[in-house]
């Protein structure tokens, strides 16, 4: 089984839509990370989440260490969101090493 | 700022052939990283350095070697390609480790091996 799960793995939504992925998670983590790639491959970091929610623009990202889960959310979705959205887990117990997920590929449709 | 940068952007070589993947940071981060994708696979850890002169493996270090005598430049090298290390490589970076910071990534290369 995978450390870190994410779904859907695939997500197709027309433009204007609310937009959740969420990530699951196996390990005692220090902290989560959110990445988008882009179609022409860049990575850029989205948000680093250690407990709570946190807000950037249209983005939300929440974290349950508890319930080891965390969810990003995107409102008003646009075209422009297009991208694979990654999950990624600092291991606590693994050097500062982080584990990522296979990635959410979402597609939005004008 | 460049930030991250790579080159060779694509490469094409042969197997049992060798080269260094350079990867270059502007911003004075102490840690770097090199990952590799594979297709439908999250990225791996190849090997990282929280410093210079100071470098460590990652998951899937078999196949590559690391330096880094400079904060600037943590370049990989490959000895004796093969197939299976055909993939996308993204170098990154950070001010202190990813329980503190985000990283920030290069544009990757591109790399074949027939």
């Known amino acids: 089984k995978n450390e870190v799960e994410q779904s859907p793995q695939n997500l197709t939504a027309q433009e204007g839509e609310f937009i959740t992925i969420n990530c699951s998670y196996s390990v005692g983590i220090s902290a989560l990370h959110w990445l988008q790639q882009h179609p022409g491959g860049g990575i850029v970091s989205l948000f680093m989440l250690s407990s709570g929610k946190k807000k950037h623009g249209r983005l939300i990202a929440t974290i349950n260490i508890q319930e080891k889960h965390s969810s990003l959310h995107i409102t008003a979705s646009h075209p422009r969101d297009s991208a694979v959205y990654i999950c990624a887990v600092v291991d606590e117990s693994r050097d500062d090493k982080i584990i990522f997920g296979k990635g959410t590929r979402l597609h939005i449709l004008p | 700022n460049a930030g991250v940068t790579q080159t060779p952007k694509f490469r094409i070589l042969k197997i049992g052939q060798s080269m260094t993947l350079q990867c270059a940071q502007d911003m004075n981060h102490n840690y770097m990283y090199w990952y590799r994708q594979d297709p439908g696979m999250g990225l791996k850890l190849i090997y990282y350095?929280?410093?210079?002169?100071?470098?460590d493996k990652g998951e899937v270090p078999n196949g590559y070697n690391v330096s880094r005598s400079t904060t600037e430049d943590f370049p990989l090298r490959l000895e004796l390609a093969a197939p299976s290390q055909t993939s996308v490589y993204f170098c990154a970076s950070s001010p202190l480790g990813s329980s503190y910071n985000e990283q920030f990534f290069g544009p990757g290369t591109r790399l074949t091996v027939l």
């Open positions: 350095s929280v410093g210079a002169g100071i470098t």
